[in-house]
């Protein structure tokens, strides 16, 4: 299986959350971190702290430096893309570098697609990062014809905690499958920033394919430490009109 990690000028985070991706339980997880071209010097330091770490974690380990900040999808994209030519996996964990796993949140992110045959998009439970005990999105809703989403804070309860009734799972934690790649394609690189995995929904959902979100895989989240800078995110028609599909 393979995880990616997108950072841009946030080393720390990401290193932090890089730690809590070694340590998931019964997960053999192999971990892209993707660079998108950061001002400051994370290519440097991830190195280093890539370095530092044993022999078996290093080969779990790739470093991949983009030559321009392609956004969070193109981020996540490129690293898809190295992480099927080096390493064939059925299963991609996507995931925001400002994030800590929780030990089981790989394997119930697992669980909970291998319990709904059309799974698509499967999501992860977000939590604040100062007040675990709180929960920041369970997944988002939107409308729309009104092009308005917003992430539900309310905790749901669910059949064997698989979710089913969120309009997507936000796009922090996803786990994708390969089949879903192939059929849907990657996701919609125009949008820079933000709106991309409701977009990524929709056409799943357009070929049968139903979002879940596991209630059990949760993750603390800080929730814009180390955005895309914004300047080029308003530069994309798609991150103006978000629900432009």
């Given at each position: 299986?393979?995880?990616?990690?997108?950072?841009?000028?946030?080393?720390?985070?990401?290193?932090?959350?890089l730690?809590?991706?070694?340590?998931?339980e019964?997960?053999?997880?192999?971990?892209?971190?993707?660079?998108?071209?950061?001002?400051?010097?994370?290519?440097?330091?991830?190195?280093?702290?890539?370095?530092?770490?044993?022999?078996?974690?290093?080969?779990?380990?790739h470093?991949?430096?983009?030559?321009?900040n392609r956004?969070?999808a193109?981020?996540?994209?490129?690293?898809?893309?190295?992480a099927?030519?080096?390493?064939?996996?059925?299963?991609?964990?996507?995931?925001?570098n400002?994030?800590?796993?929780e030990?089981?949140?790989?394997?119930?992110?697992?669980?909970?697609?291998?319990?709904?045959?059309?799974?698509g998009?499967?999501?992860?439970v977000?939590?604040?990062w100062?007040?675990?005990?709180?929960?920041?999105?369970?997944?988002?809703?939107?409308?729309?014809?009104?092009?308005?989403?917003?992430?539900?804070?309310?905790?749901?309860?669910?059949?064997?905690?698989v979710?089913?009734?969120m309009?997507?799972?936000?796009?922090?934690?996803?786990?994708?499958g390969?089949?879903?790649?192939?059929?849907?394609?990657?996701?919609?690189?125009?949008?820079?920033?933000?709106?991309?995995?409701?977009?990524w929904?929709?056409?799943?959902?357009?070929?049968?394919?139903?979002?879940?979100?596991?209630?059990?895989?949760?993750?603390?989240h800080?929730?814009?430490?180390?955005?895309?800078?914004?300047?080029a995110?308003a530069?994309?028609?798609?991150?103006?009109?978000?629900?432009?599909?």
């Open positions: 299986m393979s995880a990616v990690v997108v950072n841009w000028n946030g080393w720390r985070d990401t290193a932090l959350c730690t809590s991706l070694l340590a998931q019964d997960a053999d997880l192999r971990i892209v971190v993707c660079d998108n071209a950061s001002g400051d010097d994370s290519v440097v330091q991830l190195r280093t702290w890539i370095a530092d770490r044993p022999g078996a974690e290093q080969e779990r380990l470093l991949l430096p983009l030559e321009r956004g969070y193109g981020g996540l994209n490129a690293g898809i893309r190295w099927q030519a080096h390493w064939p996996a059925a299963l991609f964990w996507l995931l925001n400002d994030l800590h796993a030990p089981a949140a790989l394997r119930e992110l697992v669980a909970a697609r291998a319990r709904v045959p059309s799974a998009l499967c999501g992860s977000l939590l604040e100062n007040e675990p005990s709180r929960v920041q999105a369970v997944g988002g809703r939107y409308r729309k014809w009104l092009g308005v989403g917003w992430h539900e804070k309310t905790p749901v309860e669910a059949p064997d905690d979710c089913l009734t309009d997507y799972p936000v796009g922090a934690s996803l786990l994708v390969r089949d879903y790649l192939e059929r849907v394609g990657p996701m919609e690189e125009s949008y820079f920033l933000y709106g991309e995995e409701v977009d929904v929709e056409r799943g959902r357009r070929l049968g394919y139903v979002p879940v979100v596991a209630l059990r895989s949760r993750l603390r800080k929730e814009g430490a180390s955005p895309a800078p914004w300047e995110c530069a994309s028609p798609c991150c103006r009109s978000a629900m432009a599909w």
